[in-house]
């Protein structure tokens, strides 16, 4: 069973570079009645409160999210699986073979009161095959007497097994060493550098960046040029709103209103680029007395693109009346379908109209940036969804959404794991519910499908 891995996003971004890697997936095995649940609350430590079930909806499979020594994966209880046609025996292996596909690694959980069985046998079998690594727990050694029984279960061919009491805690530090030693290596949390938030101020030529700077630093007297214990690039600016200083980036062009002949636009696009790349947050300024162009969602893209948080600040708002602002409504609609997230504000560089929206806006956005749904609370919400709406049948085949994982922040991003190809129309719907639940005002918020084929 190879595991094909589909990058997709919605809204048609290219998948390249800024796919997050999924955190790594741990999946839990055996039969009914070996201390699984119990196992995998033990290995939670209990941080997750395991989630309701919805009458109704049957749930093959639960994630969720668990930490050791700092290593964050995600755990998969495969306990709900009902013995299939093939009784019990085919119902286990096959759970073993979906958790070889769509695991990094496999942990085998057996009753060591009980010992090997011939369902323990037939699974032993499958996943010996596995080119991931297998994990064998021998549970309930609740005391030193049952070490002997533990030693019989070499006799599986999956290496040494780990003697725990997932009931009493014995050994379960032990498996977890081994576990996350098993696992690839997860991706840190992309820890922030440490000070102000890093805003980029864009939009193209005359929207009034330079303005909307000059009145931001003018108004609140506080541009800085160095903050204790911090360096500051000479080409950013340190500006106070709010009560909280951040870092507009590369606004030395801005300032200094450096305007070469020629080339001029590609300098500007590119400096809107570099801009873009080095803030977490961007202000795209559009102006709102004049049509919105081509121009103005090509930075709305670009930012999109790069993963940042988003406000559309609409400038020049002195100068838009009733008319205009009807007309502004349907471009919107129009033109900006793709970031109906978006924080907007309607400001005036020029009259310092509701310039003091700003800060709020880019908190609201930053906040959403940074948020992390926890895996049991994503797949208690995504269960009940797809029973509601499941994904169009596609070839005859109707693709099934095993769990998901929220695999990264800065932007969010959700990794689905499925056994089939999700239409972007799917996804597209998914990504919409997904806010309607959790928020995510101001960021994008990417999903990747991985297709276990
Ligand atoms: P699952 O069906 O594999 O998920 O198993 P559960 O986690 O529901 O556990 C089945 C039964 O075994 C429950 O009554 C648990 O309390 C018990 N159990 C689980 N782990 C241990 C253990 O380490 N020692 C003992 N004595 N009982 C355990
Ligand atoms: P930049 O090229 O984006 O930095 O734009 P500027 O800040 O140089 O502004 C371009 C022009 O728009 C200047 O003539 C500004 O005075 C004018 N402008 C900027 N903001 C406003 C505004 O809010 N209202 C009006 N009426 N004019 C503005």
């Known amino acids: 069973a190879e595991f094909t891995t589909l990058d997709e996003q919605v809204g048609g971004a290219d998948a390249g570079e800024e796919t997050a890697l999924a955190q790594p997936v741990l999946a839990v095995v055996g039969r009914p009645n ?4 119990t196992l995998v609350n033990r290995i939670l430590g209990r941080r997750e409160a395991v989630v309701q079930d919805v009458p109704g909806v049957t749930r093959d499979r639960v ?16 306990g709900g699986w009902e013995p299939g046609a093939t009784g019990l025996q085919g119902a286990v292996a096959a759970q073993a073979e979906l958790a070889m596909s769509t695991a ?27 080119d991931r690594p297998v994990l064998l727990a021998a549970n309930k050694v609740d005391d030193e007497r049952l070490f002997a029984e533990t030693a019989s279960l070499w006799s599986l061919g999956l290496g040494e097994p780990y003697p725990v009491s997932a009931l009493h805690g014995r050994g379960s530090g032990d498996l977890l060493d081994a576990i996350v030693t098993a696992l690839p290596e997860a991706p840190r949390d992309g820890e922030r550098v440490a000070g102000p938030r890093r805003v980029a101020l864009v939009g193209k030529p005359n929207v009034g960046k330079s303005s909307l700077l000059n009145k931001l630093s003018g108004e609140e007297r506080a541009v800085v040029d160095s903050v204790a214990g911090t360096t500051v690039d000479p080409v950013d600016s340190l500006v106070e709103l709010d009560g909280e200083t951040w870092r507009f980036v590369d606004t030395a062009g801005l300032r200094k209103r450096v305007q070469t002949a020629s080339g001029a636009e590609y300098y500007a696009a590119l400096r809107t680029r570099t801009a873009i790349e080095a803030a977490e947050v961007a202000i795209v300024l559009l102006d709102a007395s004049e049509p919105l162009s081509e121009q103005d969602l090509r930075v709305v893209s670009m930012v999109v693109d790069a993963g940042r948080a988003l406000v559309l600040a609409f400038n020049k708002w002195d100068l838009v009346d009733e008319d205009r602002r009807h007309q502004l409504a349907k471009e919107i609609d129009r033109g900006l379908v793709r970031v109906p997230w978006a924080e907007r504000v309607n400001v005036s560089a020029l009259t310092g109209r509701s310039v003091r929206k700003l800060a709020p806006a880019l908190r609201t956005a930053l906040r959403s940036w940074d948020q992390r749904v926890p895996t049991g609370q994503l797949n208690g919400w995504l269960s009940e969804l797809i ?20 695999a990264g922040i800065r932007p969010p991003t959700l990794v689905l794991f499925t056994t089939g190809f999700l239409e972007a129309g799917y996804r597209r719907f998914i990504e919409r519910k997904f806010r309607e639940r959790f928020g995510f005002q101001g960021s994008p918020v990417r999903i990747n499908v991985r297709v276990r084929e």
């Open 34 to 37: 070996v201390g699984k649940s």
């Open 63 to 78: 994630a969720y999210d668990a930490l050791w020594n700092g290593r964050r994966f995600t755990v998969v209880d495969t």
């Open 104 to 130: 990094d690694a496999v942990l085998l959980v057996v009753d060591a009161t009980v010992g090997a069985t011939a369902t323990e046998e037939a699974v032993a079998r499958v996943l010996r095959r596995s």
């Open 387 to 406: 029973a509601a709406t499941p994904p169009p049948v596609r070839g005859g085949k109707q693709p099934k959404v095993l769990f998901a994982t929220q």
